[in-house]
């Protein structure tokens, strides 16, 4: 069983910067894809980003170039930096984690979620 906890959330004005953290726990990280996925009020829950094996990314077009994910494999986390933040970054941003997925962009590929971290971008 792992468990996944997110932290780092905030207020910030748009243009400002926030780095997420998940703190893993029950399985060494560098066996699993993690992801982060978000979910704005009235919407359905997004991909963001993933990560696996520490050296292969991917990243939903709205946030390339603004978002960097990385491992600390020491720390078992994983980290989100978002930068240039836009107020439709706003939402509730989960961490997620699996043994293996055929579709890394796909909520329903993961067996394991965080509760969330609010994120709220002001104009």
């Known amino acids: 069983q792992v468990q996944l906890v997110e932290s780092g959330g905030g207020l910030v004005k748009a243009g400002g910067s926030l780095r997420l953290s998940c703190a893993a726990s029950g399985r060494a990280i560098s066996t699993l894809v993690m992801a982060w996925f978000r979910q704005a009020p009235g919407k359905e829950r997004e991909f963001v980003a993933a990560n696996w094996w520490g050296v292969n990314t991917l990243y939903a077009d709205s946030v390339k170039g603004r978002a960097t994910v990385s491992r600390d494999n020491a720390k078992n986390t994983v980290l989100l930096q978002m930068n240039s933040l836009k107020p439709e970054d706003t939402g509730v941003y989960y961490c997620?984690?699996?043994?293996?997925?055929?579709?890394?962009?796909?909520?329903?590929?993961?067996?394991?979620w965080g509760q969330g971290t609010q994120v709220t971008v002001s104009s």
């Open positions: 997620a984690a699996v043994s293996s997925a055929r579709n890394a962009r796909s909520s329903n590929g993961y067996d394991y």
